[in-house]
């Protein structure tokens, strides 16, 4: 699919960005290795309504957690979401993007820290609520690459282009088969009839990327391409990753081996094969319990649960260390209490309200 070109020439003085949250269905840890992914994006994200005023900074409410931050370009640093609206505004400042004076207003129902991936959303919104208040264009990829700029410079979260990409270019109906050598995004159909249900569950345990073991694990993939001699491990080969020191080469089969899985999902969902489906999602899991090391007692108790409940497949989403579970559940099962159902739903958007020009 050709990139979408997300943001308006137009200058407005009042607009709403709607940015959904992702669900990753296989291909776990494979964005920063130039891999292979198939996210789709979720109904739930973050609104954010941005509207120009005459005088001052930048101010801003998230008005679910009833705070505030105000400040001027470029901004001194913060913690929690203002980083995220600090490192927006900084980055599209550092980009050229002339911002006007502007009142913002956050609101959002993806669950926070839950490996949903509410900080791609937030991020995503509030760029194009700014890029259109400032009149100013930028296409998708190099979008989605402004946002992850934030996450690493700003948050200290050093994340791949999955989220931003997903929530970016999600299409009703669709995952989005994302190459991360080329960033070519190919939506494939996700077809849930007859009964059959994607849900996930929370295992209760927050994800903090930047304080998890997210970070090592891609100090530990740089390294492996290092001792190989190779850009991305998507140039590795297997032979020669089965001779790396441990965990190293445990790291990398699972990253070569989930590129694998990315592919036969694929041609499962094309084949409408969802046990197949289901059988995909149990080895990405167990690859990423045993070989990527990146889960905990409270995820794999949720997989129990959801297997329990009669999934054919259950796996932990995003960047593992706890969050969310995914399961596909069959005609006739019923989720276990406490689980959302997913849909795989429309992308980022935005809104130009009366008093653009
Ligand atoms: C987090 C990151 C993504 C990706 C996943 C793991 O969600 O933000 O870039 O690396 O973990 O697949």
């Known amino acids: 699919m050709d990139a979408r070109d997300v943001g308006r020439h137009v200058t407005v003085r009042e607009t709403r960005a709607f940015a959904p949250g992702r669900v990753n269905l296989i291909g776990e840890h494979t964005d920063y290795n130039h891999g292979l992914a198939l996210p789709f994006a979720i109904a739930e994200g973050v609104t954010v309504r941005a509207r120009a005023v005459d005088v001052g900074g930048i101010h801003a409410q998230a008005l679910d957690l009833g705070e505030e931050d105000a400040f001027a370009l470029p901004p001194p640093r913060a913690a929690g979401w203002r980083a995220f609206v600090r490192g927006v505004a900084a980055e599209l400042h550092g980009a050229g993007v002339a911002l006007p004076a502007v009142d913002l207003e956050i609101a959002g129902d993806v669950p926070r820290g839950a490996g949903l991936s509410s900080s791609a959303a937030l991020e995503v919104a509030l760029a194009l609520a700014l890029l259109a208040l400032g009149g100013a264009h930028m296409e998708e990829r190099e979008l989605a690459g402004l946002c992850a700029r934030v996450e690493g410079a700003w948050v200290g979260a050093h994340t791949g282009l999955l989220d ?7 299409l009703e109906g669709h995952a989005l088969r994302i190459d991360f050598a080329d960033l070519s995004v190919l939506p494939v159909p996700l077809a849930l009839a007859g009964g059959w249900q994607l849900v996930t569950l929370d295992s209760g345990e927050p994800r903090m990327l930047a304080a998890s073991g997210y970070n090592a694990r891609r100090g530990e993939c740089a390294r492996a391409c290092e001792l190989l001699g190779v850009d991305s491990l998507r140039e590795a080969r ?18 070569l081996g989930e590129n694998t899985r990315v592919r036969e999902c694929v041609a499962a969902l ?6 197949q489906v289901g059988a995909l999602l149990d080895a990405s899991h167990a690859s990423l319990r045993d070989l990527y090391e990146c889960s905990t007692p409270a995820v ?38 406490g689980a959302r159902t997913v849909r795989p739903s429309g992308g980022a958007r935005v809104d130009a309200a009366p008093g653009s020009h």
């Open 164 to 170: 931003q990409l997903a929530s970016l270019c999600g």
């Open 238 to 255: 297997t032979g020669d990753v089965a001779r790396l020191p441990e965990p190293l080469a445990r790291r990398a089969a699972h990253v």
């Open 270 to 275: 094309r084949a409408g094969d969802l046990p």
């Open 300 to 337: 794999e108790a949720t997989v129990e649960r959801l297997r329990a409940a009669g999934a054919v497949g259950a796996r932990m989403v995003g960047g593992g260390f706890g969050g969310h579970v995914l399961g596909l559940l069959p005609p006739g099962a019923s989720a276990p209490p």
